[in-house]
C-alpha cells in the first residue's frame, strides 16, 4: 500500500495556465506538507496543514494556494503558471513533531 | 537562523569502500537530525534519525550516523559501499519555535559507486 501517494507524477503545461497537484496520504496523520525541490536539487518547505489547519506558510507567491479537504488531503492549486514554476513538488506527511513521510513526487514543467 | 550544511556536493567511490558524508548543523536548541535518500526520479526516504539518547544511530540498507554536539555534526557513515546505493543524500534538522514540524534541509551530496 502505497504510504503518501501524488497525482500526477508529470505535469507538462504552458505558461499562464492553472494547474493542480493532489496528494492522499493513508498513515492517519494529522500533518501534511508541500515541498518545492530546485533544477539543483534544494528542497524547501512551502506549506503546511494540521488537521486541515495551515500553519505554515513560506512566503510563497500567493499563485500558490494549499487545500485540505480532510486531514489526508492536501491539494496544490498553482494559478498563472510561470516558467520559474518548473520544479519537482513533494508532498510528506507526519504524526506530530515525528519523521515525515514523502511521496514520489510530481515533476511540473512549464513550456 | 537554523541552517543545514553538507559541505560536499559530490562524491565517487569504489563498491566495498567505506563511506562517509558530512553534515553541519546551526540551530539554536538540541535538534531532531535525519537523513534521508532519493534514488533517481524517486521520493525521499528516511535512513535514520536522531532525536535524543545515544548519539550513535543505525538506520535501514546498513547506515549509521553519529550526532557530535561539539562539532554541531551529524555524519552519514557506511562501512561498505554497494553499487545500489548511488542517489543523492540529504541531511535535515527540524522542528521550529511553536513547535512547527518544519525541516531544513541542506543541499544533498550526490553519491556516485564505481564497480
Known amino acids: 500500500d502505497t504510504a503518501v501517494s501524488q497525482t500526477p507524477k508529470y505535469l507538462v503545461t504552458q505558461m499562464g495556465n492553472d494547474k493542480s497537484i493532489k496528494c492522499e496520504q493513508n498513515?492517519?496523520?494529522?500533518?501534511m506538507y508541500w515541498y518545492k525541490q530546485d533544477s539543483k536539487k534544494f528542497l524547501k518547505i512551502m506549506f503546511s496543514y494540521n488537521n486541515k489547519e495551515l500553519i505554515i506558510n513560506e512566503t510563497v507567491p500567493n499563485r500558490f494556494s494549499p487545500k485540505s479537504p480532510d486531514k489526508a488531503h492536501l491539494n496544490l492549486h498553482i494559478n498563472s503558471l510561470e516558467l520559474g514554476d518548473s520544479a519537482v513538488y513533494f508532498c510528506?506527511?507526519?504524526?506530530?513533531?515525528?519523521?515525515?513521510?514523502f511521496g514520489p513526487g510530481t515533476r511540473l514543467t512549464v513550456l | 537562523a537554523q541552517s543545514v550544511t553538507q559541505p560536499d556536493i559530490h562524491i565517487t567511490v569504489s563498491e566495498g569502500a567505506s563511506l562517509e558524508l558530512r553534515c553541519n548543523y546551526s540551530y539554536g536548541a538540541t535538534p531532531y537530525l535525519f537523513w534521508y535518500v532519493q534514488s533517481p526520479g524517486q521520493g525521499l526516504q528516511l535512513l535514520l534519525k536522531?532525536?535524543?539518547?545515544?548519539?550513535l544511530v543505525q538506520g535501514i540498507k546498513g547506515f549509521e550516523a553519529e550526532f557530535k554536539r561539539s562539532q554541531s555534526s551529524f555524519n552519514l557513515r557506511k562501512p561498505s559501499v554497494h553499487w545500489s546505493d548511488a542517489a543523492e543524500y540529504f541531511c535535515?534538522?527540524?522542528?521550529?519555535?511553536?513547535?512547527?514540524?518544519?525541516?531544513?534541509f541542506g543541499a544533498g551530496t550526490r553519491l556516485a559507486v564505481h564497480p
Open positions: 535535515a534538522v527540524g522542528p521550529f519555535s511553536g513547535g512547527y514540524n518544519k525541516l531544513i
Open positions: 498513515l492517519g496523520h494529522d500533518t
Open positions: 536522531y532525536f535524543s539518547g545515544d548519539t
Open positions: 510528506a506527511s507526519s504524526q506530530d513533531l515525528g519523521e515525515q513521510f
